[in-house]
């Protein structure tokens, strides 16, 4: 019977490492082969080849598509901001069914002025409350469909796809 000077824990040890670096090593042959074979089971030299058509690439027209993005990115920027203020000082008006109440809202949906006539204010509270109501959402309805109108117009000028209405 052989007996080793090691105690048992660590010949177990040295066991692990022995199996783990022959798994490494397996894991590197693997990796090496797959490489060699490429994607798509290419060869080594298709990948050479593939490299060096890529080295005759003109990168220099990498920054100026680059810059020429930046500069679009910027002109869309401008012109939205140009379409908020527009928005933002225009009017829309609704009504409700009736045409005895008045909303008005800017282009911003911010509430700038309601008005009722003798009719309106004959109304009960829930009656004229449902007339407010519905002036605004038709003034809300115009202020949407103007912005998206806008906001196609915009993306025609600029050679985007257009959004849907």
């Known amino acids: 019977m052989m007996t080793s000077t090691k105690p048992m824990a660590a010949r177990r040890q ?6 783990s670096r022959a798994a490494t090593q ?3 042959s693997t990796i090496v082969r797959r490489a060699q074979s490429g994607p798509g089971g290419n060869s080594m030299e298709d990948m050479k080849k593939a490299a060096e058509a890529l080295k005759g690439l003109d990168l220099g027209n990498m920054g100026k598509l680059m810059e020429n993005a930046r500069k679009a990115q910027q002109q869309v920027q401008q012109e939205a901001m ?3 203020a527009e928005m933002a000082v225009t009017e829309f008006e609704g009504f409700d069914e009736d045409e005895t109440v008045r909303a008005v809202l800017t282009g911003d ?4 002025a309601v008005e009722l006539t003798d009719a309106a204010m004959q109304k009960s509270p829930e009656e004229l409350g449902k007339a407010i109501t ?5 003034a809300h309805t115009k202020s949407s469909v103007a912005l998206k109108e806008r906001m196609r117009e915009l993306a025609n ?3 985007l796809p257009t959004p849907p209405m």
Do not use: S
């Open 157 to 159: 000028k600029l050679g």
């Open 82 to 84: 140009q379409v908020q």
């Open 14 to 19: 040295a066991a692990c490492v022995t199996r």
């Open 109 to 112: 949906q911010r509430p700038t």
């Open 26 to 28: 397996q894991r590197r």
């Open 134 to 138: 519905e002036a605004y959402q038709d």
